[in-house]
């Protein structure tokens, strides 16, 4: 069964930062683009990063400068390094799989998710 | 970057009724829009790609039609696993971008 499981998340301060991590399994992880999208509480999704097989990245502009994604396809896994967190970072963090190596395409397997609070 | 809007926001339904939620894009797309189904707690579910494609595994009382700016997805005859969110996506152009969302409950 084709799998992605989201960690790391959790509560921090405003201006503080956070790791989140995405484990894929049951597919060929370093074959494929994965996304990061994010649900505001209330709110619809919303892109936040994108990383090809070949780790060329993309960024929403909203986290340009602050967010970065990586990849290690040798443990099969996919992170998002978050700094300068803001209230409006708020949110749940998917990790997804797009349909195929490129920015601009739907995502088919998707995680169930891990939550960022932003409070102090 | 593009809007999608979606419409209704909720829905109220009975099982073994048929449904439509809509979705606009701010900008024409072609065909390049997706539906997702959400539940809480779930990760999210694709159920079709560009335009009227149904996502492999996913029920034929699904459907979805619509090009250049107006979208359609339809549920032939709800079932009970069917209350859960639905949300558009276009892929036209970058960045990619979703609709709000339109929560479909039961009646």
């Known amino acids: 069964e084709m799998q992605l499981v989201e960690s790391g998340g959790g509560l921090v301060q405003p201006g503080g930062s956070l790791r989140l991590s995405c484990a894929a399994s049951g597919f060929t992880f370093s074959s494929y683009a994965i996304n990061w999208v994010r649900q505001a509480p209330g709110k619809g999704l919303e892109w936040v990063s994108y990383i090809s097989s070949g780790s060329s990245t993309y960024y929403a502009d909203s986290v340009k400068g602050r967010f970065t994604i990586s990849r290690d396809n040798a443990e099969n896994s996919l992170f998002l390094q978050m700094n300068s967190l803001g209230v409006e970072d708020t949110a749940v963090y998917y990790c997804?799989?797009?349909?195929?190596?490129?920015?601009?395409?739907?995502?088919?397997?998707w995680g169930k998710g891990t939550t960022v609070t932003v409070s102090s | 970057d593009i809007q999608m809007t979606q419409s209704p926001s909720t829905l109220s339904a009975s099982v073994g009724d048929r449904v439509n939620i809509t979705c606009r894009a701010s900008?024409?797309?072609?065909?390049?829009l997706a539906w997702y189904q959400q539940k809480p707690g779930k990760a999210p579910k694709l159920l079709i790609y560009k335009a009227s494609n149904l996502e492999s595994g996913v029920p034929s009382r699904f459907s979805g039609r619509g090009s250049g700016t107006e979208f359609t997805l339809t549920i032939s005859s709800l079932q009970p696993d069917d209350f859960a969110t639905y949300c558009c996506q276009q892929y036209d152009s970058s960045p990619i971008t979703f609709g709000q969302g339109t929560r479909l409950e039961i009646k």
């Open positions: 997804a799989r797009a349909y195929y190596d490129n920015n601009v395409v739907p995502s088919d397997v």
């Open positions: 900008q024409s797309i072609s065909g390049w």
